[in-house]
């Protein structure tokens, strides 16, 4: 995530990615900036992104098996994994932090690199919220 920028124009990813990798990356730069937006539109509600860390899974044995050989043992569990979104769920000192902000290992973590252009334009963060209400308005027009 840290290495992506949001990309407007393939939001489900279906052109340019080959492999999970930049895959979870890119949905994981989704996530930061809906968070973000979410938290600015809904003030009284509480919102936070997270990241569980490098994590044995099958996602990560069939995506990555040069890493997740060379990793072994040092991946963390899945219930190390979840630690961070239990903590933001359930923690009063998580929830004394700024709406909006992500995490790692239970701490605030940075979302962008130093130097990475990992930042989105007002424009594209528009954008992308527009595309995702476009999404999701056949799931949710016959729930009133």
């Known amino acids: 995530m840290l290495v992506q920028k949001l990309r407007v124009h393939d939001l489900q990813s279906g052109a340019g990615f080959v492999d999970g990798v930049p895959v979870y990356a890119q949905n994981k730069r989704q996530q930061v900036v809906l968070t973000q937006q979410w938290a600015k539109a809904q003030p009284a509600i509480h919102f936070s992104a997270m990241h569980p860390g490098w994590v044995d899974t099958p996602a990560v044995s069939a995506s990555m098996p040069q890493f997740h050989q060379a990793m072994g043992r040092r991946l963390r ?16 000192a998580a929830g004394r932090t700024r709406s909006g902000l992500f995490f790692q290992d239970r701490s ?10 990992t930042h989105s334009s007002a424009e594209d963060v528009q954008d992308f919220m527009t595309q995702l209400e476009t999404l999701a308005r056949p799931l949710t027009q016959n729930l009133t």
Request: hydrophobic share 60%; charged share 10%; net charge negative.
């Open 108 to 117: 605030l973590a940075a979302a962008h690199l130093p130097l990475a252009w």
């Open 77 to 92: 569990s899945v219930e190390q994994g979840a630690d961070t979104a239990v903590w933001l769920a359930v923690s009063r």
